[in-house]
């Protein structure tokens, strides 16, 4: 599959799940042409004993992993220590209107072709708020209507989860594109965490998804629509 004139959308619940759930992609569709937006909700740091100045930390750092991946454009909606610490409870009709024409970078403005959300299997409650918001944005009788709407797999969470484990069922040779990822990912200095959210971890998932398929390394997603 080739994205040369392809619109990426990548939604976020938190800075560092675009990359660890899908920077190959990201970095596969910026190779052949297509663009890529991202859409982050939460860059806030609650469980630091300096909230404010992690948080700091965390949106330089963010701005640096969007460079080095070269996306297109991407806006942070809640940026702040305070603001991070409840988005479950946020209202869902919120979290919708954001995704579908509030964000610069929503629905209605992007207008994507693609679009890569979180999944619901996942023990975070972050991010199965996120895929709500998303399902209900991305209803097929509300245009405009992407082509290709797929989740990203959060490795951390997904063998711990309320709705059973990830099964995928589309996946994307990132043979090529590991590396991108990887780098990309280790501009989140704060968010490496040895043997959870490290170099091999990404690798040793690459490695097992590639072999679910027959190759080298790969990302694995859920298609709820691919229309050709």
């Known amino acids: 599959m080739n994205f040369k ?3 990426l959308l990548v939604i976020a619940p938190h800075a560092d799940d675009e990359d660890l759930g ?3 992609l990201i970095s596969k569709v910026k190779k052949e042409g297509g ?3 991202v859409l982050i909700f939460n860059v806030g740091a609650v469980m630091k004993e300096d909230s404010d100045k992690a948080t700091k930390q965390w949106k330089k750092e ?3 992993a969007m ?3 070269k996306v297109d454009s991407f806006e942070t909606i809640f940026d702040s220590a305070s603001d991070n610490r409840y988005l479950d409870a946020k209202p869902l009709h919120s979290l919708i209107q954001i995704i579908e024409r509030e964000s610069k ?3 209605e403005k992007i207008k994507p072709t693609i679009v890569a959300m979180p999944t619901n299997h996942s023990h975070h409650q972050d991010h199965v708020r996120v895929f709500e918001a998303c399902i209900a944005a991305l209803r097929p009788s509300r245009p405009p209507s992407p082509k290709m709407v797929i989740s990203y797999e959060a490795p951390e969470h997904s063998k711990w989860s309320v709705s059973g484990v ?3 069922n589309f996946y994307i040779n990132i043979e090529k594109y590991l590396k991108k990822k990887t780098d990309a990912f280790y501009k989140y200095k704060s968010q490496v965490k040895v043997g959870v959210r490290d170099e091999n971890s990404i690798r040793s998932q690459a490695t097992y998804r590639g072999r679910d398929v027959g190759l080298k390394f790969c990302e694995a997603y859920f298609a709820h629509r691919i229309l050709t």
């Open 22 to 24: 899908c920077g190959g």
């Open 35 to 37: 663009k890529v937006h």
């Open 67 to 69: 460079k080095f991946l």
């Open 105 to 107: 970078v929503s629905l």
């Open 166 to 168: 990830f099964e995928p």
């Open 5 to 7: 004139n392809e619109k």
């Open 62 to 64: 963010t701005s640096e």
